[in-house]
T-cell receptor
Framework: NAGVTQTPKFRVLKTGQSMTLLCAQD?????MYWYRQDPGMGLRLIHY???????AKGEVPDGYNVSRLKKQNFLLGLESAAPSQTSVYFC??????????????FGPGTRLTVL | AQKVTQAQTEISVVEKEDVTLDCVYE???????LFWYKQPPSGELVFLIR??????QNEISGRYSWNFQKSTSSFNFTITASQVVDSAVYFC?????????????FGQGTILTVHP
């Protein structure tokens, strides 16, 4: 099992450019999450999904969109990148049953720099 | 809204010292779950432990131990006889029960450096 994978690992964008981060999991998890990690702020939830075809906003959703067309994939999009979106992005997934109790499995992260 | 505070931004110890990482949480819910994750220099987050709000038993796993005290809203993590491999960022996190869908609220993280 590959677990949770993220593509790409690194990316540099110019302000105003767009991009999509791909997260894939092979554990048949229902729930998937996107977090961003910034120095001194821990991880903050951007968007999450509780199943194929569903998405919901987290704590810091502005400037991001997501899609979950297939159960195993969760895409995070930046339509017009801003320097404030420079961060490390983590995808995570978990089982839905007893969801609050289940630990989340994290991908390796994507380091994004917006110039 | 819930909140998790890790007041120690950075801790530096020498190998074999014991070290305690503090975690204080805030929530009005009676059902919640607490987690600790480790982020080594390689970057990925690794699950260490979870605790539910109804289980105040302390837990020990090898050199790691966790002290959960509802009276002080704390869930502290102690590493005994620290090793260089323990150097990492450690996160405490909280999720609510019910229909929270496992959404985690993280603390700011504590950077632990263990010197040889």
């Amino acid at each position: 099992n590959a677990g949770v994978t993220q593509t790409p690992k690194f990316r540099v964008l110019k302000t105003g450019q767009s991009m999509t981060l791909l997260c894939a999991q092979d554990m048949n998890h229902e729930y998937m999450y996107w977090y961003r990690q910034d120095p001194g702020m821990g991880l903050r939830l951007i968007h999450y999904s509780v199943g194929e075809g569903t998405t919901a906003k987290g704590e810091v959703p502005d400037g991001y969109n997501v899609s979950r067309l297939k159960k195993q994939n969760f895409l995070l999009g930046l339509e017009s990148a801003a320097p404030s979106q420079t961060s490390v992005y983590f995808c995570a997934s978990s089982f839905s049953r007893d969801s609050s109790y289940n630990e989340q499995f994290f991908g390796p992260g994507t380091r994004l720099t917006v110039l | 809204a819930q909140k998790v505070t890790q007041a120690q931004t950075e801790i530096s110890v020498v190998e074999k010292e014991d070290v305690t990482l503090d975690c204080v949480y805030e929530t009005r819910d009676t059902t919640y779950y607490l987690f600790w994750y480790k982020q080594p220099p390689s970057g990925e987050l690794v699950f260490l432990i979870r605790r539910n709000s109804f289980d105040e038993q302390n837990e020990i796993s090898g050199r790691y131990s966790w002290n959960f005290q509802k009276s002080t809203s704390s869930f502290n993590f102690t590493i005994t006889a620290s090793q260089v491999v323990d150097s990492a960022v450690y996160f405490c996190a909280l999720t609510l029960g019910g229909t929270s869908y496992g959404k985690l609220t993280f603390g700011q993280g504590t950077i632990l450096t263990v010197h040889p």
